[in-house]
C-alpha cells in the first residue's frame, strides 16, 4: 500500500507534467529537476545532506528560510537530469520521499523550469 502523502506526490508530479507539456516545454529534452527537503533540525538536515550525497546524489547548497508564522526551517535541493516522463519521475520522487522519511527529514516535491 502507497503512503498517503507520497500519493499527493505522485497526483501532483502528474498534474505539474501535464501543465509543463500543455504550456509547451519541450517533452525531447533533459529537464533539472530539484527535490526539496526541508527541517527545522540543521543536524537532522545536514545528515540527510551527507547520506544523499554518500547515494552519489548532487547536493544543493543549504538554505535557511523563515516561515510566514516565523519559524526557522532549513532546506536543500538535490538535482537530477530527467525526461518529462511520469513513471521515471514518480519513481524518483519516490525514492527522495522515502530518503527524507528514513532521515527524519520533510520532503517538500520537487519542481523543475521551462525548457524552450
Do not use: R
Amino acid at each position: 500500500m502507497i503512503d498517503e502523502e507520497l500519493q499527493q506526490w505522485f497526483s501532483h508530479t502528474e498534474m505539474l507534467i501535464a501543465e509543463l507539456l500543455e504550456d509547451g516545454t519541450n517533452d525531447e529534452v533533459y529537464h533539472t529537476i530539484e527535490h526539496h527537503f526541508a527541517s527545522s533540525d540543521f543536524d537532522l538536515l545536514e545528515k540527510a545532506a551527507i547520506a544523499a550525497f554518500k547515494l552519489g546524489l548532487e547536493i544543493e547548497e543549504p538554505e535557511e528560510a523563515e516561515l510566514e508564522n516565523g519559524d526557522k526551517v532549513f532546506a536543500f535541493d538535490i538535482a537530477t537530469e530527467q525526461m518529462l516522463d511520469v513513471n521515471l519521475i514518480k519513481k524518483e520522487t519516490q525514492a527522495m520521499f522515502e530518503l527524507a522519511k528514513q532521515c527524519g527529514v520533510d520532503y517538500d516535491g520537487w519542481g523543475t523550469y521551462f525548457e524552450e
